[in-house]
Every structure is written in structure tokens, then in C-alpha cells.
């Protein structure tokens, strides 16, 4: 049993859930916590992990390539967040979309950095004050240190009285405005927050996987975040950190079935859609969740 | 100390407020009357900055407070209620009372540091909202769900957050409507107090019982304007505002518009 969590094998998974959790928590976030249906969740992700890989092959020490994934990550945010502040429910998931795919765009045609197709290879290894990550236990205990630290993180958002305005925001936004309440400030400020959680995300996947292309930061890969939401209950923090285990783990069993890549592929895809509709009937509020998701409302009737 | 200047509000052909003006002093209770589809729900949300008047102006102690946004507004000391409840139903009746107070520690990083003082002001206003809540009779309902309270209970509790906020105007939209005899009373009983405080106040209500026995001025609105203002007394027999509640007045111009 122990040898098999040292196992490499194991050891990538437990970091992988690292990452997810930290993915899952931060979009929860902003879904659960400012009412936004972000389907860009994953351009964040791939910012982080661009900006991080980039410094680090320019030969940055770690800690200044973990700062900018964050800045540049956050940065993201704001970019959608202002905009996008006047449009709600259906417009802003399609406008957060979008700008997933400009992302992914900039990704894969700004060659003369990125590298286009081609991807980052060789992004080394994370060392700071001297110390170098050389195995993957090292590694997994690094990302699951930060991942722990960025669920208490939102977690400490969540239940301080900043927290307690978002949750009136989610409740009533006029109720909130009424009582003095600056709603497009603290929508702005818990995108750009989970955004930045989502830019650690992808320094460390960056470093994990030492390589990166524009492939992996792609719609898919949000939906499957948000599908971690859902699945452990929108608003709820615990329920993230379920729903992303859970999730990373589901499709394993299928790597020992000897399937083609191409089948294994589709079929993880089709175990999620299915999962996806088994909540939708059993269970319409995730493992956790006390809320289903709504898009906040604020143009009804005064 | 409110001024409403000359206000226009059109919704396409609806002239729901239209040159309507009148004045709030301060230390008074105003009552804002007049039939359904008056306009006087649309000149709260004018006031308080929820809809952006097509002309005119709101003045607060002579500041031009038009067309700021609400939580601006709101941070002037404009306290308000709603024509139908608005609370945070999943949240407690505490809670509900501690969002409606002054905090900076809601500020994002101030709220994230581990400091003393924000324990100590978050205990202050556990305290100033339960005094409000034993004014308002509520003190025993402070960690039931605000949804959970029966629908007289949720408009006392609006009331008293509303007031929370220790607001220089409060505006009351239909306070006393829907609810029983006994909290009704209960509810003029409150206004009073509140007259008795000195509170100014500007409300909307159709019981005219409950209007003759709180307000000091009373405007009659009708059409989008104001047709009438003076005291209560004088108002109950005024020929316009008789004939608006009887209806006439209103048809005859519905007719003209179109
Ligand atoms: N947001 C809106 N859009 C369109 N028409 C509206 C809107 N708000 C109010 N109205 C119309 O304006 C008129 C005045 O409404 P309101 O201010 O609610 O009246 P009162 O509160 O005096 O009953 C009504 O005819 C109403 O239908
Ligand atoms: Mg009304």
C-alpha cells in the first residue's frame, strides 16, 4: 500500500488533485461567490502556467516566475471582469467563453514567444532559497502545501465580513446596493482573485509537467472544472475539493483496460457527460452544495 | 433637507413620474400618497438612484445627489425599504442586521488580517444590532433565517435594518401593507418611536388611518405628479385629492394620454 503512493504513478495523480483542487476552489469562487458563469476558467489557468515556464526558461528563480503567474493570471481577471461587469447569465458565460479562446488563440499564434503548436518544452524544476524539487515526492508535498494553503486562503475569504457581502451579493444585488453595498468592486476583486488562485494552478502544473502547449488550456478543460464544481456543490469549498478528487481520479481505471488513446479519450469524456446528468437528476446541488446555481439576478422588477 | 426638483421619468409611453416636486424637511415624517400606478414607487427608486431620471434633480441637504449610484446614495444616508420585502432570506436575521451597519472591515485585505479591533467591531455591532432588534421586537428571532420569519416579521425586519445604518432620510415603501391588525399597530407604533426620535422619514401607504396618524405632510401624487401637499388634516378634504382616490381624476387623464 505505501509503495504504491510512492509510486510515481500515485504520486502524479495526488499532485494532479493538488492542481484540480486548487482549479476547482478558485472557480467556485467565482461561480458560487460572485454569481459569474466563468468559462475561461482554464485561460487563467494557462496564463499562470505561460508566465511561470516562460521566466523560469529565461532563467528567473522560482519564486519571481510563482509572482507573475499570479499577476499575469489576475491581470486576466480584471480584463474580463470589467467588461463584462453590464452583462449577466448567458452573456457572460458566452463573453468569459470568448475570452478563453482569445486566450488560446494568443497562445498558439504569438510564436515568436510562446512558441505557437509547438509548446514550452523542458521548463525545469522548481527551486527556491537554495533548495531544488528533484523527485515527485518532493514535488506532491510542495503542491499540496500550496493547495492547502489557497483552500484556507478562500475559505478565510469566504467567512470574513467581506465573505458575508458576497453572500448578500449572491442573495439579493439590489437588497445589497441598498445598503451601501459597491457590488461591481467586490465582483471585480473575487475575479480577479480566483483568477490569480487559477495562475498557481498552472505555475505548478507548468513545473510538473516541464512541458506545456496551447492544447491543454482549451474549453474542455474548464468544463471539466466546472463540472468539479458542480459536482461537490456550488459555494461550497469542501465540496470543490471533493468534486476535483473525484473527478481526477474517475477516469483512471480505464488506463489498465488497454484501450486506444483515442477511445480512452472519448470515453473520459463521456463518463463525465454521464456523471454530469446522473447530478443533474439525483442530485441538482452537488455532494455539498445548499445552493444550485442561478445567474445572479439584479434587473428584476424594484 | 430632500429636495425633488421637476422629475421626468417615461417607461416608452408610460409617463410613470412626471414633473414631480416636492420637498422633505428634516426632523419630518412625509407621507407620499396617491393610487396605484402613481408613480410614487418610481420616485423611491429615482431617489435612491436604482433608475436614472430623463430630467430633474434629487437634492440632499442641497447636493446633487442625481443619478449617483445607489450604494453611493446609500453611503449619503439614504436608507430604504421596498414596496415588495428584499431581504437576504438565507441568512440570519443577525446577519441581516450586521450587513446593513458601517464596516470597514469589509474592505477585502483589511477583512483578511487577523486583527483585534475586528473582533472587537464585529462584537460592537452584534451589540447595536441587537438593540435594534429588541426595538423592533425581533431579538428572539436573531439566528432564525430571515426567509423563515412570517411575512409581518420580515417588514419589521427590513425596518430595522433600514435603520441600521443610522441614515439621515429613511424612505419606507408601504410599511403597514399586507399585515395583520396586530402588527400593524405594532408597526405605527414603531413610526412613532421613530417620530419621537427625531427621525426624518418619507413613506409611501394607502392606509390613510395609519397616514393621518404618523405623518406631518402628506403629498398626494397622481399621474406621475404631485397634485397636493399640506397637513394630513387638510389634505382629507381636498377636492383633487377626494376625486384621484375616487378615481376620476385618473380616468380622465388615462383617456387624454391616449
Ligand atoms: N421598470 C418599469 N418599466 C415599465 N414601466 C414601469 C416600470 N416601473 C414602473 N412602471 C410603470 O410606471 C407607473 C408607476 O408605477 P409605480 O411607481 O410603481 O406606481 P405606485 O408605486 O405609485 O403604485 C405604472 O404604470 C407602472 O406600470
Ligand atoms: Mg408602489
New interface residues.
Given amino acids: 500500500m505505501l509503495e504504491f503512493f510512492a509510486s510515481n504513478y500515485a504520486l502524479n495523480l495526488l499532485i494532479l488533485i493538488c492542481i484540480y483542487v486548487i482549479l476547482s476552489v478558485s472557480l467556485n469562487l467565482i461561480i458560487g461567490y460572485s454569481g459569474m458563469l466563468n468559462l475561461g476558467h482554464a485561460a487563467f489557468f494557462g496564463i499562470g502556467a505561460y508566465a511561470s515556464a516562460l521566466l523560469a526558461l529565461a532563467g528567473y528563480p522560482y519564486w519571481i516566475c510563482f509572482i507573475a503567474a499570479v499577476f499575469f493570471a489576475g491581470l486576466g481577471g480584471a480584463m474580463i471582469a470589467y467588461p463584462s461587469l453590464k452583462l449577466r447569465g448567458d452573456y457572460l458565460a458566452i463573453a468569459t467563453l470568448g475570452f478563453g479562446e482569445i486566450a488560446r488563440a494568443v497562445m498558439k499564434n504569438w510564436v515568436s514567444l510562446t512558441r505557437g503548436p509547438l509548446g514550452l518544452p523542458g521548463i525545469p524544476k522548481i527551486s527556491f532559497f537554495g533548495l531544488t524539487l528533484t523527485t515527485k515526492f518532493q514535488f506532491f508535498i510542495f503542491a499540496l502545501i500550496i493547495a492547502i494553503l489557497v483552500v484556507l486562503f478562500v475559505s478565510k475569504i469566504v467567512k470574513s465580513p467581506f465573505g458575508r457581502v458576497l453572500r448578500a451579493i449572491r442573495e439579493d444585488e439590489i437588497a445589497a446596493q441598498a445598503i451601501g453595498k459597491n457590488i461591481k468592486k467586490y465582483k471585480v476583486i473575487v475575479v480577479i482573485t480566483g483568477a490569480a488562485c487559477a495562475g498557481i494552478a498552472g505555475s505548478l502544473f507548468a513545473h510538473h509537467i516541464t512541458f506545456i502547449d496551447p492544447t491543454t488550456f482549451t474549453l474542455m478543460e474548464t468544463i471539466l472544472i466546472v463540472c468539479m464544481v458542480v459536482l461537490g456543490g456550488v459555494a461550497s469549498i469542501r465540496g470543490s475539493v471533493i468534486g476535483a478528487t473525484i473527478l481526477v481520479l474517475l477516469p483512471e481505471p480505464l488506463r489498465f483496460l488497454g484501450l486506444p488513446t483515442s477511445m480512452a479519450a472519448a470515453l473520459r469524456v463521456m463518463i463525465y457527460a454521464a456523471l454530469l446528468i446522473l447530478l443533474m437528476i439525483y442530485k441538482p446541488n452537488g455532494i455539498f452544495g445548499e445552493w444550485r446555481f442561478r445567474h445572479a439576478k439584479s434587473k428584476e422588477a424594484l | 433637507m430632500l429636495k425633488v426638483k421637476k422629475l421626468y421619468k417615461h417607461f416608452g409611453g408610460v409617463k410613470a413620474v412626471d414633473g414631480c416636486s416636492f420637498e422633505v424637511e428634516k426632523g419630518a415624517i412625509v407621507a407620499l400618497i396617491g393610487p396605484n400606478g402613481a408613480g410614487k ?1 418610481t420616485v423611491f ?1 429615482l431617489i ?1 438612484g ?2 436614472e431620471p430623463d430630467k430633474g434633480k434629487v437634492l440632499l441637504y442641497n447636493k446633487d445627489i442625481t443619478g449617483m ?3 453611493r446614495i ?2 449619503e444616508g439614504v ?2 425599504t ?1 414596496q ?1 420585502i ?6 440570519t436575521v443577525l ?1 441581516n442586521m ?3 451597519m458601517q ?1 470597514v ?4 485585505w483589511l ?2 488580517l487577523p486583527l483585534k479591533q ?1 473582533k472587537l467591531h ?1 462584537a460592537k455591532m452584534v451589540n447595536d444590532a441587537l438593540e435594534l432588534l429588541k426595538f423592533v421586537d425581533l431579538e428572539g428571532k436573531k439566528n432564525a433565517l430571515a426567509g423563515n420569519l412570517s411575512y409581518g416579521q420580515q417588514k419589521l425586519l427590513e425596518m430595522a ?1 433600514a435603520l441600521a ?1 443610522e441614515p439621515e432620510l429613511l424612505l419606507l415603501d408601504e410599511p403597514a401593507s399586507g399585515v395583520n391588525p396586530t402588527m400593524l399597530k405594532k408597526i405605527t407604533n414603531l413610526l412613532k418611536e421613530l417620530k419621537k426620535k427625531g427621525k426624518t422619514i418619507l413613506f409611501v401607504e394607502h392606509n390613510m388611518d395609519f397616514v393621518m396618524k404618523i405623518a406631518d405632510k402628506v403629498v398626494v401624487m397622481d399621474g406621475g405628479e404631485e397634485i397636493a401637499e399640506g397637513p394630513p388634516k387638510k389634505i382629507q378634504k381636498n377636492k383633487r385629492v377626494l376625486d384621484a382616490y375616487l378615481g376620476k381624476v385618473i380616468k380622465i387623464k388615462r383617456r387624454k394620454k391616449k
Fill in positions: 414607487t427608486n435612491t436604482f433608475i449610484a445607489p450604494y446609500s453611503k436608507s430604504r421596498f415588495i428584499r431581504l437576504f432570506p438565507k441568512m446577519e450586521m450587513l446593513s464596516n472591515y469589509e474592505n477585502f477583512s483578511m475586528k464585529e435594518k445604518s
